[in-house]
T-cell receptor
C-alpha cells in the first residue's frame, strides 16, 4: 500500500521568501516520487520527479526537492517565491512492480503575497 | 504535440441526463487514467487503462459510470443517469512509459443541476 501526506492545505509566503511545501509518503517498496503544479482551470503539470540516483532533484521554474528515505519525505523548495508561483501543488507517489498506481496527495495551495 | 485533449471543457446538464466526456491521448502513449477532482475529495482515480484494457476500475463510483477505450488514442467516460453529486472536474491523463510522468488534459468541468 502507498499513501501521500501533504502538510498544510494552504501556505502563504511573501514574494522573494523561501517556499517550502511538505510531502511525506508511505510505501512498502522504493517509490517513484513526483511534484505536480496546477494553475487555475488547467490540468496538472509535472514540476519534477525522483526515480533513482541523485536524491536532490531539480525541476522547472527554480523548484527542487530532496528525497530523504530515512524521513520518508520529499519536500519541495524554492529559494525565492515569485508571484507566478501561486498555484496548487500536488505530491504523488508511485511504487515499482506490478500495477503502478499513482497516488496523489490532497494538494497545497500556495499564495504569494506582494 | 498537442498534448492530451479533453472535450467539452464545460458541461452543464440536468439530473438524469446522460453525459459523455471525451479524451484524446498523446500519440504513442499506451496508458490512460481518468481522475475526478472535487474540493471535498481532492483527486480521485476512477479508472486506469493500459494498452486499451481496463486494469483498475475500483475507483468508479457506481454502475452509472462507464469508461471505454475503443482505440489506442481515444477514450470516453459516460455517466448515465447523471446526479448533482457528480459535479466535479474530470481529468484524463496519459502516460508513455513505465516511469514517465502523467500528462494531463485541461479537464472537463461538469455541473449537474
Amino acid at each position: 500500500a502507498q499513501s501521500v501526506t501533504q502538510l498544510g492545505s494552504h501556505v502563504s509566503v511573501s514574494e522573494g521568501a523561501l517556499v517550502l511545501l511538505r510531502c511525506n509518503y508511505s510505501s512498502s517498496v522504493p517509490p517513484y516520487l513526483f511534484w505536480y503544479v496546477q494553475y487555475p482551470n488547467q490540468g496538472l503539470q509535472l514540476l519534477l520527479k525522483y526515480t533513482t540516483g541523485a536524491t536532490l532533484v531539480k525541476g522547472i521554474n527554480g523548484f527542487e526537492a530532496e528525497f530523504k528515505k530515512s524521513e520518508t519525505s520529499f519536500h519541495l523548495t524554492k529559494p525565492s517565491a515569485h508571484m507566478s508561483d501561486a498555484a496548487e501543488y500536488f505530491c504523488a507517489v508511485r511504487t515499482l512492480g506490478g500495477y503502478q498506481k499513482v497516488t496523489f496527495g490532497t494538494g497545497t495551495k500556495l499564495q504569494v503575497i506582494p | 504535440d498537442a498534448g492530451v485533449i479533453q472535450s467539452p471543457r464545460h458541461e452543464v446538464t440536468e439530473m438524469g441526463q446522460e453525459v459523455t466526456l471525451r479524451c484524446k491521448l498523446i500519440s504513442g502513449h499506451n496508458s490512460l487514467f481518468w481522475y475526478r477532482q472535487t474540493m471535498m475529495r481532492g483527486l480521485e482515480l476512477l479508472i486506469y487503462f493500459n494498452n486499451n484494457v481496463p486494469i483498475d476500475d475500483s475507483g468508479m463510483p457506481e454502475d452509472r459510470f462507464s469508461a471505454k477505450m475503443p482505440n489506442a488514442s481515444f477514450s470516453t467516460l459516460k455517466i448515465q443517469p447523471s446526479e448533482p453529486r457528480d459535479s466535479a472536474v474530470y481529468f484524463c491523463a496519459s502516460e508513455g512509459s513505465y516511469n514517465s510522468p502523467l500528462h494531463f488534459g485541461n479537464g472537463t468541468r461538469l455541473t449537474v443541476t
